[in-house]
């Protein structure tokens, strides 16, 4: 039996509970706040719901908080000797002024009324102790099958590259979709495209199943369109992912 | 039944003539293409494989060849008198010099040994004469239940949406592939991000889930992603997403 002790009451730390609460082999021991109220939203999980001071050693403490509150949030911990953890992916393991301490990310965007199936979430880990590692792969496989061990400078990356596939593509379908309700289309008219395009790069690579007017370089349909777009913001990023993409199969060919 | 005469020999066409084959209702009378290479490609379809100049009068004819060759294509056809159509998303249904003229654009974006399910394609259409109108309507209801009116200026729009939400997130994948296979990282583990971002785009509005650096404003984390970029043309997309974003979500703090 793992006991964790939980800090955090956003998405990522409700989604953890919520999974921690469900499955064998772990017990959620204490999980703690700032916000009384908010940590109301996690009595389904445990009865312990304490502040960072009522804390007292459990296996894994796990810090999941916003980027900016981890290093304050964890000097708070009143215990020494026990392992203390993250869930950051641009976040150095190194902010944890914890002898023994280590990273737990799940590679998610995590909202609120949005389902989460952690089996299919990758989880990176890291630790400054080698039996500390093999605790949180203990602690991930009784979530996931899909293990990364990987250090803060590949985490950062990572991070980085999950910002490509998930931020800025999700401001393109917003694009997409304010140019729809301009028009009168139902962004409906879109949803088959934009699932199959995702699709299609999991089963292939991306690099092999990009098509449009910027990889055929047809400036007539690119110049129309550049005229339509009618703010300087969507403009822009229009012109610069187009050159990108004429610079990336224009080097190819 | 609806006789079809189909021009051209690419993607679209192939997967057309595949799916017209196996439906009932409707007969591919004849195959038509300039490389008799290609048209071989289409023999488990048809035994009538043609030159242009060869076609005869069907209830439609679809023009499914590159954008700039459809003017070309259209004014070769030996008849009058019987519905043309082309299947293109940024181009006029007025490039058609017939008299009975119409578009049909299947909404997708198609590969090479890429499995299509058509009725999960959204088709769009258009025709000059309203019996024409019904004429596509009942072909498209062969294929698909999504079925969309739009006019030549609304179509060109759902192209443009449609640049954004494949061709433009399906660059961002091939940037984030980059990174993952520059950093020794499998980019599988991104894959579930990857998908999980269009399944949430699609299950709620793309900008009521909106997460990252950029949405938060958090300009640590995204001048530390701009100094890991190295290649100039990634750092501008970079720059000019993350200011789009803080533009697009701070006026609506």
Chains 1, 2 share one sequence.
Not at 99 to 120: A, E, H, I, M
Request: proline share 4%.
């Amino acid at each position: 039996m793992i006991t964790i002790n939980l800090i955090g009451t956003g998405n990522v730390a409700w989604h953890l509970a919520d999974h921690f609460a469900k499955v064998s082999g772990c017990e959620l021991q204490q999980i703690a706040g700032r916000s009384k109220e908010k940590l109301q939203d996690f009595a389904p999980f445990t009865k312990n719901l304490v502040t960072i001071s009522e804390l007292r050693p459990a296996n894994i403490t796990i810090i999941a908080v916003s980027d900016k509150a981890i290093a304050a949030v964890a000097s708070q911990i009143p215990y020494k000797h026990s392992l203390v953890v993250h869930t950051a992916g641009s976040m150095d393991m190194g902010i944890l002024p914890q002898d023994r301490k280590g990273v737990f990310y799940p590679l998610q965007s995590f909202s609120k009324n949005d389902q989460v199936d952690f089996t299919k979430i990758p989880i990176c880990i890291e630790a400054s102790h080698e039996e500390d590692l093999q605790q949180l792969q203990k602690l991930a496989t009784r979530i996931t099958t899909k293990i990364h061990h990987l250090d803060s400078s590949q985490r950062k990356q990572a991070h980085l590259a999950a910002v490509f596939v998930n931020n800025f593509t999700n401001h393109c379908y917003t694009i997409a979709e304010e140019i729809c309700n301009t028009e009168n289309i139902p962004f409906e008219l879109l949803h088959a495209l934009l699932e199959k395009t995702a699709q299609k790069a999991v089963a292939h690579a991306p690099s092999d199943v990009q098509t449009g007017p910027a990889k055929r370089n047809d400036t007539t349909v690119i110049n129309e369109h550049l005229d339509m777009l009618k703010k300087e913001n969507y403009k822009s990023i229009y012109k610069t992912l187009t050159a990108s993409i004429i610079t990336h199969y224009g080097k190819k060919l």
